[in-house]
């Protein structure tokens, strides 16, 4: 791999050539048609990037949403894990992103979360996150899921919450935000 870095910063940072690259990336990869677009009056404004590159060059790029989970009366703030492609694939770039996102849940204490289709776990379980497999069943979201019967990739926090839920496999866990 060549040498890059990750950078991480809210979305009202991102540049106009970071934001076209993303939006295009997201549509190659997962036909997202949603634009993302950072303004002061919208969430992908504090939104937290993460963008892997190489001499300037965008070669990898996630996010992070706040988001609240509702489990067995309790509420949870947690990150929610979204949008995580490599551009330039097996360079090792998506794992550096990756591994970058973990510290940095790791590093606020808090629960982090996301879906995937199942065809791309084996990368997560890679990169050292934990997996519920078919967990996406776990969750009621009131948009439905891209991926139904999806597993649910996570990096445990100071919260307990997966931990709970693994104890508590038939109690469903309220995600009152749409499906991100």
Not at 58 to 73: E, Q, S, Y
Not at 77 to 90: N, R
Not at 104 to 125: D, H, R, S, V
Request: aromatic share 10%; charged share 25%; hydrophobic share 35%.
């Amino acid at each position: 791999m060549d040498e890059a870095q990750v950078i991480i910063l809210p979305g009202k940072d991102l540049s106009k050539n970071d934001i076209e690259t993303i939006n295009k990336a997201r549509l190659e990869e997962f036909g997202s048609t949603a634009i993302i677009n950072p303004q002061s009056d919208n969430e992908d404004w504090t939104k937290i990037y993460f963008l892997a590159k190489n001499e300037n060059r965008l070669v990898a790029f996630g996010r992070l949403h706040d988001v609240k989970v509702i489990f067995k009366n309790e509420i949870y703030d947690i990150f929610g894990i979204a949008t995580v492609a490599s551009i330039e694939k097996g360079k090792g770039y998506g794992k550096m992103l990756m591994i970058a996102m973990q510290n940095y849940i790791q590093k606020k204490g808090k629960t982090g979360l996301g879906f995937c289709n199942k065809a791309i776990t084996p990368f997560y379980e890679k990169c050292n996150l934990g997996v519920i497999v078919k967990g996406q069943k776990r969750f009621y979201h009131p948009t439905p899921p891209r991926f139904h019967n999806s597993d649910v990739i996570y990096v445990a926090g100071k919260d307990n919450l997966i931990e709970k839920m693994l104890q508590h496999p038939s109690e469903i866990a309220k995600i009152p935000r749409p499906h991100w």
